[in-house]
């Protein structure tokens, strides 16, 4: 994963704020999977499934990609992207100065 900002790292802790989203974590980091296969695995519907996927694709955490079966049928495949964010307070007060703060007063 390249540097990071503090707004940056906000949005990959929101990524990651969700337990379906660290379970579709937990399953990737083991095998990639296919969009049907993680739905079931997880127990929800498909659109929600895509909603999830899309906040850890932003974050770049996870990548996703098309591929054709053997009886022609498209499908989406996603795999866990390799990343090691090391959470602590000198991470935090290095990042501290790049956040966006609202109604700021300077």
Avoid: C, W
């Amino acid at each position: 994963m390249k540097d990071i900002n503090g707004n940056e790292l906000l949005k990959i802790l929101e990524a990651l704020s969700n337990p379906y989203r660290l379970r579709i974590i937990a399953i990737l980091h083991q095998e990639r999977q296919y969009v049907s296969q993680l739905a079931r695995e997880l127990g929800i519907s498909r659109p929600l499934l895509y909603l999830h996927l899309q906040k850890l694709e932003d974050v770049e955490l996870i990548k996703g990609h098309h591929e054709i079966s053997e009886n022609g049928k498209a499908m989406k495949f996603y795999e866990l992207n390799s990343f090691n964010i090391t959470l602590n307070a000198q991470l935090i007060a290095d990042l501290a100065e790049s956040l966006t703060l609202k109604n700021r007063k300077e």
